[in-house]
């Protein structure tokens, strides 16, 4: 298992879950790959769930889709934003895998009639799988999910515990996220909960190399002495992960805290000098921008924002670009109806309409998009925001009145959307029914896209094949398709073989377009998606001509 070319750093959590981690692994991924450093990244996962597909966003956030279509959490999406490296199904797993694996292997005689234990299989898995990950790099940064004391956390401990003596010290750095939290009464911070975060990871046999510290106000000299003195560490690396309202100013913050440089001296990675000018000007443009345009979000997941996270950010990163603030404006779709549809909708400059499953707010998405396309707002639909907009104008344009979706009323006898059953993907033809298993079974990954030229998409991406991430189940039912561009829907976006609709548009719009694919989970800070791009400048558009008329 050795491998002494790579060297090894597990980021864990203390105290409370959602402190960042995976924002945090990733800032630090971004500063020491400005350095030259070759890296990748892994997180893992302690939930018995084999990934997070038939997790309900309110329960986990997004799941985030990588282009070999695995079905991932949602920390993956910022590791790849943040170092534009393209991550496979091997840098996410969980314990359902492991012990899947573990347990196939014992049925198939694997183990030559031992009895099989966490301690070693469980954790030989795991070291396997890490090991694999590291192969040909100079680093990889692991982060556990969870927080230390969790009981379905302890094997992924215990195998990192003994990686430290797999391939040596020098090669191994163990990091702790945890929460200093600001007492206001008082006016305090508090280190306490630290202490404990850290004397429970020792109890497990890690003492933390580096301690970063979340917290509201910057962390004293005497605050980290303190921490230093009571955690075992060095003061220099007690590290503030001060709270931040744009989260990409958390690699230049690390970098004031001279975390990289202390990763770098502590692991004796050999690296170059720092240069992060672009991530400054970025970062400038998102917190001094020249003007705001307003965008109708209409989900159907609202309470929960982590469930479009990659929408969210895809939105700073063209905000970013154009140096405009774009303000997302939160409509629940179940709130929208025939009589409130314009006095919700009237003063966007733009409207989205974002992916989801089942039929709870369809409707109301269905309300809100014909809005957009008769009052000339410029729109953008995603997965299921696409097929309502194809849903809506075959009913109002096409006049096909029982126009709907196979799934939302299986027995409709105009299904404009339904179930596609055989695909072909990485050159193996895929198969399901009404009666296939939801885990892993929808159309995932990416896929080819031809586009037509002299379209609103080929104007957004200015090439004529492309390739997106898909995750759904449903499809445009090409039975119908003559009949609709008839009345006017423009196919844009289609596979090489025609069988699947990818991109659809109206005419006489300023900017209607609606795609099967998710754009979000491409879109980059320094390289913001073209279509969503594209789609917020049509906005500010529409909003910079509406002033001047005004």
Request: charge should be neutral; proline fraction near 4%; glycine fraction near 4%.
């Given at each position: 298992m050795k491998n002494s070319k790579t060297k090894f750093m597990f980021v864990m959590g203390g105290v409370v879950s959602s402190?960042?981690?995976?924002?945090?692994?990733?800032?630090?991924?971004?500063?020491?790959?400005?350095?030259?450093?070759?890296?990748?990244?892994?997180?893992?996962?302690?939930?018995?769930?084999?990934?997070?597909?038939?997790?309900?966003?309110?329960?986990?956030g997004e799941v985030y889709v990588l282009d070999d279509g695995a079905e991932t959490d949602l920390d993956l999406g910022h590791y790849e934003r943040y170092t534009n490296l393209t991550l496979t199904q091997k840098n996410n797993f969980t314990s359902g895998q492991i012990y899947q694996t573990v347990i196939m292997k014992e049925r198939r005689g694997d183990y030559l009639g031992k009895t099989v234990q966490v301690v070693p299989h469980i954790t030989d898995e795991i070291k396997r799988r890490i090991f694999d990950v590291a192969e040909g790099k100079d680093l990889i940064i692991v982060e556990i999910g969870g927080t230390i004391g969790?009981?379905?956390?302890?094997?992924?401990?215990?195998?990192?515990?003994?990686?430290?003596?797999?391939?040596?010290?020098?090669?191994?750095?163990?990091?702790?996220?945890?929460?200093?939290?600001?007492?206001?009464?008082?006016?305090?911070?508090?280190?306490?909960?630290?202490?404990?975060?850290?004397?429970?990871?020792?109890?497990?046999?890690?003492?933390?190399?580096?301690?970063?510290?979340?917290?509201?106000?910057?962390?004293?000299?005497?605050?980290?002495?303190?921490?230093?003195?009571?955690?075992?560490?060095?003061?220099?690396?007690?590290?503030?992960?001060?709270?931040?309202?744009?989260?990409?100013?958390?690699?230049?913050?690390?970098?004031?805290?001279?975390?990289?440089?202390?990763?770098?001296?502590?692991?004796?990675?050999?690296?170059?000098?720092?240069?992060?000018?672009?991530?400054?000007?970025?970062?400038?443009?998102?917190?001094?921008?020249?003007?705001?345009?307003?965008?109708?979000?209409?989900?159907?997941?609202?309470?929960?924002?982590?469930?479009?996270?990659?929408?969210?950010?895809?939105?700073?990163?063209?905000?970013?670009?154009?140096?405009?603030?774009?303000?997302?404006?939160?409509?629940?779709?179940?709130?929208?109806?025939?009589?409130?549809?314009?006095?919700?909708?009237?003063?966007?400059?733009?409207m989205l309409v974002p992916g989801g499953f089942g039929e709870r707010g369809i409707e109301g998405k269905i309300k809100a998009i014909k809005y957009a396309r008769e009052s000339k707002v410029p729109f953008l639909g995603i997965c299921l925001g696409m097929q309502g907009a194809v849903i809506e104008f075959a009913r109002d344009v096409a006049r096909l009145n029982n126009a709907d979706s196979e799934e939302f009323h299986p027995e409709a006898s105009c299904k404009i959307i339904h179930l596609a059953k055989k695909w072909i993907k990485d050159e193996k033809i895929i198969e399901r029914d009404e009666k296939s298993e939801k885990g892993g079974t929808m159309r995932l990954g990416a896929y080819p896209c031809q586009i037509k030229k002299g379209t609103k998409a080929y104007q957004a991406y200015n090439k004529e094949l492309i390739y997106e991430r898909h995750r759904h189940r449903y499809e445009f039912n090409n039975d119908y398709r003559k009949v609709l561009e008839e009345k006017g829907l423009i196919i844009s976006g289609e596979s090489p073989d025609g069988e699947f609709v990818e991109i659809a548009e109206i005419k006489n719009h300023p900017f209607f377009v609606g795609t099967q694919f998710h754009p979000e989970f491409k879109s980059r800070p320094l390289s913001p998606h073209p279509l969503i791009l594209e789609f917020v400048k049509n906005a500010y558009e529409k909003r910079r001509t509406k002033e001047k008329h005004s």
């Open positions: 402190l960042g981690k995976g924002i945090a692994s990733a800032s630090t991924a971004y500063l020491l790959q400005s350095r030259g450093i070759n890296l990748t990244m892994l997180k893992i996962d302690p939930y018995i769930n084999v990934d997070p597909g038939t997790m309900n966003p309110y329960q986990h969790d009981i379905e956390g302890q094997p992924f401990i215990e195998a990192i515990r003994q990686m430290r003596f797999d391939v040596g010290r020098e090669n191994t750095l163990y990091v702790i996220l945890t929460l200093i939290p600001y007492i206001r009464v008082s006016g305090e911070l508090k280190t306490k909960p630290t202490q404990h975060s850290v004397k429970e990871l020792q109890s497990l046999g890690i003492q933390p190399d580096i301690i970063l510290c979340r917290a509201e106000k910057p962390l004293t000299n005497e605050m980290k002495g303190k921490i230093s003195l009571f955690c075992n560490v060095e003061k220099e690396a007690v590290i503030t992960a001060i709270d931040v309202k744009n989260v990409y100013e958390i690699p230049l913050k690390f970098h004031q805290e001279e975390l990289e440089s202390l990763v770098i001296k502590k692991l004796n990675l050999k690296c170059n000098s720092l240069s992060i000018n672009e991530w400054e000007k970025m970062v400038y443009r998102i917190k001094h921008p020249k003007d705001t345009v307003n965008i109708a979000f209409v989900g159907k997941y609202t309470k929960l924002k982590e469930s479009y996270k990659s929408l969210i950010e895809a939105f700073v990163h063209a905000g970013a670009k154009l140096n405009v603030h774009v303000n997302l404006n939160w409509v629940d779709a179940e709130q929208i109806d025939s009589s409130s549809t314009k006095n919700i909708l009237s003063n966007m400059d733009g």
